[in-house]
């Protein structure tokens, strides 16, 4: 699969970006080449291979980092929207950026 200059062009129409020629050419080969390795890794044959649950466990890496989950306060709502550029009544206020 490749991707063409136009495809970049659509992606970046789709998410709002302005992009640069320059960028547009630097997404086009980046994108390209992302591409390429996805396809050549689609020509592994993986028909006898197991599904995993997890990328790693336990038993066969000694140092696999786990951690038990603790129950610990929150930030609490009104320190959570301190920064906010805009707020209204303790909440994040965003642009409308569906339908609009």
């Known amino acids: 699969m ?3 200059r136009s495809d970049v062009e659509k992606i970046a129409e789709l ?3 302005e992009l640069t020629v320059e960028e547009t050419e630097s997404f086009t080969l980046q994108l390209a080449s992302i591409l390429s390795h996805i396809d ?3 020509e592994i044959d993986t028909a ?3 599904p995993m649950s997890h990328c790693s466990t336990a038993t ?3 140092e696999y980092a786990r951690r038990d989950d603790k ?3 929150s930030i609490g709502q009104s320190l959570a929207v301190e920064n906010a550029p805009d707020q209204e ?3 994040f206020k ?3 950026v569906i339908g609009g």
């Open 60 to 62: 066969d890496d000694p």
């Open 15 to 17: 998410a709002r970006l």
């Open 94 to 96: 965003v642009p409308k």
């Open 40 to 42: 050549k890794l689609n």
């Open 71 to 73: 129950s610990r306060p």
């Open 2 to 4: 490749s991707i063409t």
């Open 89 to 91: 009544a303790g909440f």
């Open 48 to 50: 006898d291979i197991l």
